[in-house]
């Protein structure tokens, strides 16, 4: 159920009364005047429930539906019954039909059927596991003395076994073989040529509470995908930090149940089309701080969640537009 229902019912019933009493009094003019003022008055009650959700595109339905509900009455009320009733099938129609896209947007994957991940490291979530893709390309490890806490990995080549890399899916129909990794020109490569793909490259060595991270990535393909940080990763919990290349941005808490939106929102700060972004993501005590090309986008509390330690790593994924090219330049990991 919608949950501004009540809301639209006294938004319809009031409409209806006053365009009523218009039409009654003064024909058509009488009814187009009122309206006219129901235009200025949803106008105002709108914009107090897109305030009330702090900016979250979520309060935009509800304001959406607001306006249509004002409008259903209006029409009800001057004896436009036909338009009423088709503006009724319409509102009903957006706001159910349209859910399973909604949720494909929020990323919610089914597919959680078996976690295998590269280098016989093994992710095991509470109920089922997740599928695993391995990289297409295999290159020499570079030589290292052991693994860091705080460095940064810049993948000139593959940095080999303290790496984990495995791919989600979401929904039946992606296919899992359709990402590939590489390693050009100082970069990693990710290619993906198959919708609703989301592949992950976790740094596992240590387990981190408080920790910064930054990275560097150049869009090479399509318009059209999602780049993600990830802090606190552990079996199947972790938080998410995820943009657009469109520039809308969510921070997910992912558990069993899958992901979970903490907020979102949306940015200018993002550099579009084919072109290079920083993304910044700061995980300290219970509060999760985003940005974008050194512009700080939210900090965000989290008294439900509260995971408290993991791996940390990155996302890159496709979305409904492929195909899909990204070049990780860098990864920072540091203290806060």
């Given at each position: 159920?919608?949950?501004?229902?009540?809301?639209?019912?006294?938004?319809?019933?009031?409409?209806?009364?006053?365009?009523?009493?218009?039409?009654?009094?003064?024909?058509?003019?009488?009814?187009?005047?009122?309206?006219?003022?129901?235009?200025?008055?949803?106008?105002?009650?709108?914009?107090?429930?897109?305030?009330?959700?702090?900016?979250?595109?979520r309060g935009l339905n509800t304001a959406a539906?607001?306006?249509?509900?004002?409008?259903?009455?209006?029409?009800?009320?001057?004896?436009?019954?036909?338009?009423?009733?088709?503006?009724?099938?319409?509102?009903?129609?957006?706001?159910?039909?349209?859910?399973?896209?909604?949720?494909?947007?929020?990323?919610?994957?089914?597919?959680?059927?078996?976690?295998?991940?590269?280098?016989?490291?093994?992710?095991?979530a509470p109920t089922k596991a997740l599928d695993v893709?391995?990289?297409?390309?295999?290159?020499?490890?570079?030589?290292?003395?052991?693994?860091?806490?705080?460095?940064?990995?810049?993948?000139?080549?593959?940095?080999?076994?303290?790496?984990?890399?495995?791919?989600?899916?979401?929904?039946?129909?992606?296919?899992?073989?359709?990402?590939?990794?590489?390693?050009?020109?100082?970069?990693?490569?990710?290619?993906?040529?198959?919708?609703?793909?989301?592949?992950?490259?976790?740094?596992?060595?240590?387990?981190?509470?408080?920790?910064?991270?930054?990275?560097?990535?150049?869009?090479?393909?399509?318009?059209?995908?999602?780049?993600?940080?990830?802090?606190?990763?552990?079996?199947?919990?972790?938080?998410?930090?995820?943009?657009?290349?469109?520039?809308?941005?969510?921070?997910?808490?992912?558990?069993?149940?899958?992901?979970?939106?903490?907020?979102?929102?949306?940015?200018?700060?993002?550099?579009?089309?084919?072109?290079?972004?920083?993304?910044?993501?700061?995980?300290?005590?219970?509060?999760?701080?985003?940005?974008?090309?050194?512009?700080?986008?939210?900090?965000?509390?989290?008294?439900?969640?509260?995971?408290?330690?993991?791996?940390?790593?990155?996302?890159?994924?496709?979305?409904?537009?492929?195909?899909?090219?990204?070049?990780?330049?860098?990864?920072?990991?540091?203290?806060?």
């Open positions: 159920m919608h949950f501004g229902l009540e809301t639209d019912i006294r938004s319809f019933g009031l409409t209806t009364l006053l365009s009523r009493r218009g039409y009654r009094l003064g024909g058509a003019d009488g009814a187009t005047q009122v309206a006219s003022y129901v235009v200025s008055g949803i106008g105002f009650l709108g914009a107090g429930v897109i305030m009330r959700e702090e900016g979250n595109v539906t607001l306006w249509c509900s004002a409008a259903v009455g209006a029409c009800a009320g001057a004896d436009l019954i036909p338009e009423a009733v088709l503006a009724t099938l319409f509102v009903v129609c957006a706001n159910t039909l349209l859910r399973p896209v909604v949720d494909r947007i929020n990323r919610k994957p089914i597919d959680t059927a078996s976690v295998e991940v590269t280098n016989t490291v093994e992710l095991q893709v391995k990289p297409t390309q295999t290159l020499e490890p570079a030589a290292t003395e052991g693994p860091q806490e705080f460095y940064t990995e810049e993948f000139d080549v593959d940095p080999g076994p303290n790496w984990a890399f495995y791919v989600i899916r979401g929904n039946n129909s992606s296919d899992k073989s359709k990402v590939a990794t590489s390693f050009e020109n100082g970069k990693m490569i990710f290619d993906i040529d198959d919708k609703e793909l989301y592949a992950y490259y976790m740094y596992e060595p240590f387990s981190y509470t408080d920790v910064s991270l930054d990275m560097q990535a150049e869009n090479q393909g399509k318009n059209t995908n999602n780049v993600s940080l990830v802090c606190r990763q552990n079996s199947n919990d972790w938080y998410e930090f995820s943009i657009t290349s469109g520039g809308l941005w969510v921070l997910y808490a992912h558990n069993s149940d899958g992901y979970n939106w903490m907020a979102n929102g949306g940015t200018t700060a993002l550099h579009m089309g084919k072109d290079v972004n920083e993304f910044g993501m700061i995980c300290k005590g219970n509060s999760i701080t985003m940005s974008v090309n050194g512009k700080e986008l939210k900090t965000i509390k989290d008294n439900t969640y509260k995971f408290d330690e993991g791996t940390v790593g990155f996302n890159i994924s496709s979305l409904d537009v492929i195909p899909v090219t990204v070049a990780v330049e860098y990864m920072d990991i540091s203290q806060p």
